[in-house]
């Protein structure tokens, strides 16, 4: 009876829209959790947790991810070699580049904000960045900073079939069990969302991606989303996928729709 009324609850709709799927995602975690407004899923775990909540606020007097915003500014102003900067390529409008992406580009898949400024540089001439070098974290870390407040908007056109496989694409990663310890994503941040692993509690997917790169006390440094998600899938004793590779783009498209309407509210810090 109990695994029934589980199951039930979960948002897997195998023959609905991204659209459909989306409001169900949300609605398993408002029905775990009715309390909490659903603006509060862009703060992660902070949203279920009061005491990690508490510590968090206490952290964000001084925010430990603002040396790395500062840098991203200045990388930001740098040249590049043909005389060009970031932002005739990437937009003037700073605060509208970060709610751009991941955005689906017909022939290139989904493109990540890092994708693109890696484009960008080539273009000029540059040295493409390493997806987990300090410049890369730090210039995503200025752009989320700048584009704090403004929503998610993902889009899955109608009229580009490869927009909608590369979200079921993603859709499916995040439910497919992997790795020695048999579990999907969905297994730790849907279904037991709010429990806790050793120390660590369970935080919701939706909003995992407004708050990114994240500073972690527990590394002393900044991380990307796709960090992340190395790690978790590492954690499960699981394949790694690259940085940027096909099924972490998709699983970001994915992840990013589930969570539109929500604010980005990064960088973040993280335990
Ligand atoms: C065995 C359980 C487990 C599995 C499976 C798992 N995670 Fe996690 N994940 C965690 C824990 C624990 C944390 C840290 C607490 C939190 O924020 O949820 C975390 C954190 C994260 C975060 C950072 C959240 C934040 O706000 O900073 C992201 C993003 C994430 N996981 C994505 C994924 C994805 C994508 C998958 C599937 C590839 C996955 N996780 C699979 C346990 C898991």
């Not at 775990?32 to 899923?41: Q, R, S, T």
């Not at 694409?169 to 806790?196: E, I, M, P, W």
């Not at 050793?198 to 590394?219: E, I, Q, W």
Request: proline residues 7%.
């Amino acid at each position: 009876m109990a695994l029934t009324l589980l199951l039930g609850s979960l948002p897997l709709p195998s023959q609905a829209g991204p659209e459909e799927d989306r409001l169900a995602f949300v609605g398993h975690y408002q029905s775990l959790f009715p309390e909490v407004p659903i603006a509060e899923y862009a703060n992660g775990i902070y949203a279920l947790d009061e005491d990690a909540r508490a510590q968090w606020l206490a952290i964000e007097d001084f925010p430990p991810y603002e040396f790395s915003i500062e840098r991203g500014s200045e990388l930001w102003d740098t040249s590049l070699p043909d005389g060009s900067q970031l932002t005739d390529c990437l937009g003037t409008e700073i605060n509208k580049i970060r709610p751009q992406y991941p955005r689906y580009v017909p022939n290139q898949g989904v493109v990540t904000l890092e994708l693109a400024i890696n484009a960008c540089r080539s273009a000029a001439g540059a040295k493409r960045w390493d997806y987990s070098s300090g410049d890369m974290i730090d210039l995503t870390a200025y752009l989320a900073f700048e584009a704090r407040g403004q929503e998610l908007n993902v889009r899955v056109p109608a009229d580009q079939p490869g927009a909608l496989a590369a979200y079921e694409a993603g859709k499916r990663f995040y439910y497919s069990k992997r790795g020695q310890l048999n579990f999907a994503c969905a297994d730790c941040h849907v279904t037991s969302v709010g429990q806790y692993v050793r120390a660590d509690r369970l935080g919701p997917s939706l909003g995992h991606p407004t708050h990114f790169p994240v500073y972690r006390s527990k590394l002393g440094g900044m991380i990307s989303l796709h960090q992340r998600f190395f790690g978790c899938v590492r954690d499960v004793r699981a394949k790694p996928f690259e940085l940027q590779s096909e099924e972490f783009r998709n699983v970001e498209f994915f992840l990013s729709y589930m969570s539109n309407g929500l604010e980005i509210n990064g960088p973040g810090a993280r335990k």
